[in-house]
């Protein structure tokens, strides 16, 4: 089986695979790195060139295609963005986590290919679930990721994502968490 993501010819890695194994495994361990709030273990499983990036959906007449927005993200972010975010995070000035998100990452739908590279290509379905305090209802962001992973002698890290969430208009509050 092949596919093509984002004008890449790939080819698909069934479940069998020990590289499945290892994307879904990368993927579990940062979903429990970002619910635990430990986000600098999480950060070490980005690539130093990593990017991270949503772009805004926006809703068209009887299709889904072409359904992003080319030149408007919700965030775009690079390795030193994210690690500011961290650090603000950490401080007693991140009020947009006082009260801290209570957050649940579920990943699911996973496929995985391998690119001429060698890098794999991960597309997987996220839903996560957000509690904050006890007054304001739970929030839900749902959505497709496709991540790039690169392997490393530490193991994979995380070159690129891309997450499309499927609200044109997202109903959270912030986006002060990570996706």
């Known amino acids: 089986m092949s596919g093509v993501v984002q004008g890449e010819e790939l080819v698909r ?21 970002l619910d635990a709030r430990r986000w600098r273990d999480w950060l070490a499983l980005l690539a130093e060139d990593v990017t991270y990036e949503m772009p805004v959906r926006v809703t068209r007449a009887r299709t889904l295609e072409d359904s992003t927005l080319a030149d408007m993200d919700h965030f775009r972010e690079d390795r030193f963005a994210l690690q500011k975010r961290v650090e603000r995070l950490e401080t007693e000035y991140a009020w947009t986590e006082d009260p801290p998100s209570r957050t649940r990452h579920f990943v699911t739908n996973v496929q995985v290919f391998r690119a001429a590279s060698g890098d794999l ?5 996220l839903l996560l679930f957000r509690s904050r305090g006890d007054t ?20 994979l890290r995380l070159v690129h994502r891309r ?12 986006l002060a968490i990570f996706l």
């Not at 997450?163 to 912030?174: I, K």
Request: aromatic share 6%; charged share 30%.
């Open 13 to 33: 890695v069934g479940s069998g695979d020990p590289d499945y194994h290892a994307a879904v495994d990368f993927l579990h361990q940062e979903a429990e790195l």
């Open 121 to 125: 290509v991960v597309k997987s379905y």
């Open 136 to 155: 304001r209802p739970p929030e839900w962001v749902c959505g497709e990721r496709t991540d790039r992973l690169r392997r490393t002698p530490e193991g």
């Open 163 to 174: 997450l499309v969430v499927d609200e044109s208009v997202l109903r959270t509050q912030n």
